[in-house]
């Protein structure tokens, strides 16, 4: 039998030394319980000799410390991974309030999608009439528009997204004097967004920027929030006004911190963050 190499000796016997005195069970994310060297759980008779018996070895009260280590691996994990989680909302949401600076911003979390007839893109969040939000307010995210709040309860509300077919948005070509309407397609339809501008003259080209043309008392939409970018300049079909494609600003598929535009004045509930 051949003789394993020098430099892997001081692998085997580590090793051999875990598969002797070590327990560790993986969790996903890197995370391990681990038993120091020479600090043996209750019950596990005999220590390293115990583990070195194989499967008697798991028998009684040892089989339970063993269940009773992946029960506390899963509950570390679940910490884990609600960390993880909260951080991301957290950076979302600083993103959000620096991008998105209007009176009154009340950040909420989406909680759900709905679907209905005739109003197939809409989202529940989790703010209400509690925290001020109203009918008819604009929803937004740290890159732009989302959509408005068409039904509010005491701690939700439900947002139709600009991509809904009944959407009809006011919408001004960045940087231009340029004025139109912003229609949803649908979000089964690809997502996009149909700008007409109420000029058949008006210098319609791939890459221009679309905004929100801005509501008296911000209801229910404030002045420049991005709305998306022209990606298609459709054939004219008659003299009076021009259409094109657009890509939303935000990610319809991906919404998870979202902010309601009160215009109270007030700043943003800290409960949301």
């Known amino acids: 039998m051949r003789r394993a190499p020098r430099a892997r000796r001081p692998v085997l016997a580590l090793l051999a030394a875990a598969s002797a005195g070590l327990i560790v069970i993986g969790v996903p994310g890197g995370l391990a319980l681990r038993h120091a060297a020479g600090a043996e759980p209750a019950g596990w008779a005999g220590g390293t000799s115990a583990a070195l018996g194989g499967t008697a070895a798991l028998g009684g009260s040892d089989a339970g410390d063993v269940r009773a280590y992946e029960l506390e691996n899963a509950r570390l994990a679940a910490r884990l991974w609600a960390a993880r989680a909260e951080h991301d909302r957290a950076a979302r949401l600083a993103e959000l309030r620096e991008a998105a600076p209007y009176p009154g911003l009340v950040p909420a979390h989406v909680i759900a999608v709905g679907e209905g007839p005739g109003r197939a893109d809409t989202v529940t969040i989790d703010a209400g009439t509690r925290r001020?939000?109203?009918?008819?307010?604009?929803?937004?995210?740290?890159?732009?528009?989302?959509?408005?709040?068409?039904?509010?309860?005491?701690?939700?509300?439900?947002?139709?997204?600009?991509?809904?077919?009944?959407?009809?948005?006011?919408?001004?070509?960045?940087?231009?004097?340029?004025?139109?309407?912003?229609?949803?397609?649908?979000?089964?339809?690809?997502?996009?967004?149909?700008?007409?501008?109420?000029?058949?003259?008006a210098p319609l080209r791939v890459g221009q920027r679309v905004e929100t043309l801005g509501s008296r008392g911000m209801r229910p939409y404030p002045a420049g929030v991005p709305i998306g970018e022209v990606i298609e300049v459709e054939p004219a079909t008659d003299q009076l006004t021009r259409s094109a494609l657009v890509r939303p600003a935000v990610r319809f598929s991906a919404l998870d911190v979202v902010g309601v535009v009160t215009g109270s004045g007030r700043s943003g509930d800290a409960r949301a963050g």
Not at 190 to 201: E, N, S, T, Y
């Open 132 to 201: 001020g939000v109203r009918p008819n307010m604009a929803v937004v995210s740290g890159d732009g528009l989302v959509g408005r709040v068409i039904a509010a309860g005491a701690d939700s509300a439900t947002v139709l997204l600009a991509t809904d077919v009944t959407s009809g948005i006011g919408a001004r070509l960045a940087g231009s004097r340029h004025v139109g309407i912003v229609t949803g397609e649908g979000m089964r339809s690809g997502g996009l967004l149909r700008l007409r501008v109420l000029d058949a003259r």
